[in-house]
């Protein structure tokens, strides 16, 4: 159980055009999702939370008319990257948590590898 | 401010046993968990620890200080698998996940 699926798993795109990646939550119901971004090897950044049927928190530095993020449903949050520059490349991960503050862990996504060229 | 440490990367050999350590400074505590994360792939949880005290499953242990601030991983009969780094995150007093650089552990024959 507790499985976050991501797609596309790997994007190229030219610069300038804008890509959206999903976050899928399929077997359980996640009332908050995370978007992270990871450059190599580097830690994780968080660059915002989301839950449910509100607007995105996003990290300070993160711009949120750059990176849109909508979590329309309990099982599914999107991450636009709009007007897409090379320095966005990156590897994007979501994490997904179940409602209830029992379970506090986080469940991964695979990650989408962005290539901007 | 916020803040988690762990070494930057670890040699170990396999069948050993290595101990990676992480020190915290946050805002609350509602526990840390500990990930591991191959290179190109997404972190896997590990462990959660929420009382001090030691957690064993398997190969691995996680165990946890709160008035240290203080928690460590131990990895046992190591395999060459068990090369990736090892990412440290405690949640805050918000439910936020506060993560460490991660320690990469480089495991030799």
């Known amino acids: 159980g507790a499985v976050v699926s991501q797609h596309p798993s790997w994007v190229i795109c030219k610069s300038g055009t804008s890509v959206k990646i999903e976050c899928r939550s399929l077997?359980?119901?996640?009332?908050?999702m995370f978007w992270y971004r990871q450059f190599p090897k580097q830690s994780l950044m968080l660059m915002a939370t989301?839950?449910?049927?509100?607007?995105?928190?996003?990290e300070q530095g993160v711009e949120k008319d750059k990176f849109l993020i909508n979590h329309a449903s309990l099982t599914l949050s999107t991450l636009t990257v709009t007007s897409a520059h090379p320095e966005d490349s990156s590897f994007y991960i979501c994490?997904?948590?179940?409602?209830?503050?029992?379970?506090?862990?986080?469940?991964f996504g695979p990650g989408t590898r962005l290539t901007v060229t | 401010g916020q803040n988690i440490d762990q070494p930057t990367e670890m040699t170990a050999t396999e069948g050993a046993i290595v101990q990676i350590n992480c020190t915290y400074q946050t805002s609350g505590f509602n526990g840390l968990f500990w990930y591991q994360q191959h290179a190109g792939e997404a972190p896997t949880f590990l462990s959660y620890?929420?009382l001090d005290g030691l957690e064993e499953k398997g190969r691995f242990s996680s165990f946890l200080s709160r008035s240290k601030g203080y928690s460590y991983l131990l990895l046992k009969e190591l395999q060459m698998k068990d090369s990736a780094s090892y990412l440290c995150a405690v949640m805050d007093s918000n439910y936020q996940l506060i993560w460490g650089a991660g320690t990469k552990l480089i495991i030799k024959p």
């Open positions: 077997d359980f119901q996640a009332t908050t």
């Open positions: 994490s997904a948590t179940p409602g209830d503050r029992d379970s506090y862990e986080q469940y």
């Open positions: 620890n929420v």
């Open positions: 989301s839950n449910e049927g509100s607007k995105a928190t996003y």
